[in-house]
């Protein structure tokens, strides 16, 4: 079974954690966790996928182990948090992805899809 890598980069400011697992140069899929939860719900579904993919799955801003400024430091609308998610996938080098979201992730995904960097 593929390990699990917990990851942190700087995204606009702030910490955005992730878990990254698969081959590197496997088709992506990216996990978009609902309220009020964050990347640990998919602890096991990505080593279900990491073997055939290159699993990523965020805590968006505000959840897990990512920052959690104070609101008057950060507007937390999903176009923000979608902007985020993509600077991330920008600095991983990922502009080609299939999406897995659910509740909270959704209007954060469906921008990442209807708008691609």
């Known amino acids: 079974m593929p390990p699990t890598h917990h990851r942190t980069a700087t995204i606009g400011g702030q910490q955005v954690f992730y878990r990254e697992a698969g081959p590197a140069d496997a088709p992506v899929i990216l996990l978009l966790h609902g309220f009020p939860s964050s990347s640990h719900m998919f602890r096991h ?21 990512s920052s959690m400024p104070k609101p008057d ?45």
């Open 45 to 65: 579904l990505i080593p279900a996928l990491a073997d055939r993919y290159h699993v990523i799955a965020t805590d968006h801003i505000g959840y897990g182990e």
């Open 73 to 117: 430091e950060f507007a937390y609308t999903f176009d923000n948090l979608a902007k985020i998610t993509a600077g991330l996938l920008d600095k991983l080098g990922i502009s080609r992805f299939s999406i897995y979201v659910h509740d909270y992730g959704a209007p954060i995904g469906w921008r990442l899809a209807l708008n691609p960097a």
